[in-house]
Every structure is written in C-alpha cells, then in structure tokens.
T-cell receptor, first 117, second 112 residues
Framework: GAVVSQHPSWVICKSGTSVKIECRSLDFQATTMFWYRQFPKQSLMLMATSNEGSKATYEQGVEKDKFLINHASLTLSTLTVTSAHPEDSSFYIC?????????????FGPGTRLTVL | GNSVTQMEGPVTLSEEAFLTINCTYTATGYPSLFWYVQYPGEGLQLLLKATKADDKGSNKGFEATYRKETTSFHLEKGSVQVSDSAVYFCALSVHNDYKLSFGAGTTVTVRA
C-alpha cells in the first residue's frame, strides 16, 4: 500500500526558533499533499494544501508567513514553523493524495509532535 | 460549508459487543464519505469509504452505509475485539478539491 513518512516524529525547541518537518511519499508520486494540525483530543484541522511546483493554498486563519510550506518534488513536502511559540505546540500531520482511480483517497503520515518551550 | 458531526466518546465496550458510532454531515455538493482509524501511536488509516448514496463501505468487519436522506454515515461492527481499540474519525470530501473535513473523533476502548 501507499506509505507516507514524516520526520522527525517529535521535536522540542525553544521559543523563537524555527522547525522544519518533512513529509515524504515513499512508494508513489504525490502531486498534492495536505498539512493538518491536531490538538489533544480534537479533530484534525486542515492547514494548507501543498501542490508540487506551486505555492501552497492556506486555509482561512492560517498564517502563511508563520507556516511555510514547500513542495519541491513529487515525493517531498516540508512545513517550517517559523519563530515558534508555545501556542504552536501541537501534533502536525501530513497526507498525500494518491493519483489515479482513487482520486479522493489520502494516505497519512504518522505525525510529528512539536513542543515549544 | 462542509462539516461532520460525530458521536462523542469515549466509548468503552466488552469484547464481542456491538459497536456503533454515529456520524452526520452537511456539505455543499455531493460528498464522498470516509471512516479513518488511528491506532495508538500510529497515523490515520483509511478504514472504509463510500462515494454515492446507498453505497456500503466495509472493511475488517466494519460497515457504514451512505444515507443521503438522513445525511448520515454511521459506523457499525457486530463483534468488536481488543485490537479495535482506537480513535475513529468520520470525514468527507467534495470531489472538486479533495480536502477532507473531519469529525471530532471517537475514542473506542475494548476490554477483554
């Protein structure tokens, strides 16, 4: 089956620093990837849609200058949390859309736990 | 807009009990409906899906039927196992943009 990986699986950083999270599709090419944020005991909230070779599309209320997304290749999208603050602490999850017949099926990475001190 | 309302948990069951998790939705357009499962320490996995009215998705003993008249997609399993302990998310997408809207998730714990 389609596999999506994320790195790192968890990260702790100091307030004011930037953190980069990678999302890779391991056995397929993903023209579209999605970034979600999950708060404890809450649902996933879509942050942005990442399209290979073009600018990401951000959901309303998501600061694009704070959450930088780069989809440089068909197998890699990165999310950089710039000047992180404690309120950015969360579980960040990416997914990749499998092109082809199942065009509305997404495969999810295992998530990255970010803790900002 | 699109939204999903899901039964609140947590739900605790004994092994071999019947499980049902209610899910209703509102959508602009004709959505596809999904159930995703998140096992402890793992990422979300697609459990089943349905793309049109009256379709029944099924997998691993779980079933859900796309009911357009009641805008529902309730998840059921006749006999749960301890290994079914997980968080279950109902979700929808409208075909044009493939974005997923998730319910709040329901934590299910099955005791031996």
């Amino acid at each position: 089956g389609a596999v999506v990986s994320q790195h790192p699986s968890w990260v702790i950083c100091k307030s004011g620093t930037s953190v980069k999270i990678e999302c890779r599709s391991l056995d397929f090419q993903a023209t579209t990837m999605f970034w979600y944020r999950q708060f404890p005991k809450q649902s996933l909230m879509l942050m942005a849609t990442s399209n290979e070779g073009s600018k990401a599309t951000y959901e309303q209320g998501v600061e694009k200058d704070k959450f930088l997304i780069n989809h440089a290749s068909l197998t890699l999208s990165t999310l950089t949390v710039t000047s992180a603050h404690p309120e950015d602490s969360s579980f960040y999850i990416c997914s990749a859309r499998l092109p082809g017949l199942s065009t509305d099926t997404q495969y999810f990475g295992p998530g990255t736990r970010l803790t900002v001190l | 807009g699109n939204s999903v309302t899901q039964m609140e948990g947590p739900v605790t069951l004994s092994e071999e009990a019947f499980l049902t998790i209610n899910c209703t939705y509102t959508a602009t357009g004709y959505p596809s409906l999904f159930w995703y499962v998140q096992y402890p320490g793992e990422g979300l996995q697609l459990l089943l899906k349905a793309t049109k009215a009256d379709d029944k998705g099924s997998n691993k003993g779980f079933e859900a039927t796309y009911r357009k008249e009641t805008t529902s997609f309730h998840l059921e399993k006749g006999s749960v196992q301890v290994s079914d302990s997980a968080v279950y998310f109902c979700a929808l997408s409208v075909h044009n943009d493939y974005k997923l809207s998730f319910g709040a998730g329901t934590t299910v714990t099955v005791r031996a």
